[in-house]
């Protein structure tokens, strides 16, 4: 099993509309919880952060984590076309420094 | 806050020879850094972990002596890609931990794109 796990995609939403992207992760004493999106050619950028169960939202962005199921999600709304980018779910070892990246889900806002 | 500087953001170099890519924090300390390779289409895949003034800890499969690696100071690392080969061409991306901050929050340099040729 992989360490942390993302669908691929691509995920095709109509503008508009709410985009939900998963990530399951495997340590179970993982206490931070990180979304970065990465538009093609350019290096990842840090857009939410999470620690506790429950929701955070910022913005249009709302991260909601799930350590019972070692479930971390991020939501959308209202989407629009410069949401159209790769969406990486990230989670630091308990038991090192560094962060495991999932492998990304590509996101298209379709007009 | 948290920006992290990346210089050359483009190299080409010929075969044989040696590139050194600057990761700099410009707003706060970081003892620690690290050293991501992206290739087209493919994910992140650390490289190597930068510690400050001790010797990088290498990914399994980096070759340590192709890869050099110095974190000399708390606000700069460097990356040296000895005797490049084409299969060393890459998207290079250094990310850095604010000392100060208490999270594992990672900040990205804007990465560097090596062609050798």
């Known amino acids: 099993q992989k360490e942390v796990e993302q669908n691929s995609g691509p995920l095709s939403v109509p503008e508009g509309a709410i985009a939900s992207l998963n990530c399951t992760y495997s340590d179970r004493g993982s206490q931070s919880f990180f979304w970065y999106r990465q538009y093609s050619g350019k290096s990842p950028e840090l857009i939410m952060s999470i620690y506790s169960n429950g929701d955070k939202e910022d913005g249009r962005f709302t991260a909601q984590l799930n350590k019972a199921s070692q479930y971390v999600s991020l939501l959308i709304r209202d989407s629009q076309p410069s949401d159209s980018a790769t969406y990486l779910c990230a989670v630091p070892l308990s038991s090192a420094s560094k962060i495991i990246f999932g492998s990304g889900t590509r996101l298209s806002i379709r007009p | 806050g948290a920006v992290v500087s990346q210089h050359p953001s483009r190299v080409i170099c010929k075969s044989g020879t040696s590139v050194k890519i600057e990761c700099r924090s410009l707003?706060?300390?970081?003892?620690?850094m690290f050293w991501y390779r992206q290739f087209p289409k493919k994910s992140l895949m650390l490289m190597a972990t930068?510690?400050?003034?001790?010797?990088?800890?290498?990914e399994q499969g980096v070759e340590k002596d192709k890869f050099l690696i110095n974190h000399a100071s708390l606000t700069l690392s460097t990356l040296t890609v000895t005797s490049a080969h084409p299969e060393d061409s890459s998207f290079y991306i250094c990310?850095?931990?604010?000392?100060?901050?208490?999270?594992?929050?990672?900040?990205f340099g804007p990465g560097t794109r090596l062609t050798v040729t």
């Open positions: 930068s510690n400050e003034g001790s010797k990088a800890t290498y």
């Open positions: 990310s850095a931990r604010d000392s100060q901050s208490g999270t594992y929050e990672q900040y």
């Open positions: 707003d706060f300390q970081a003892t620690t």
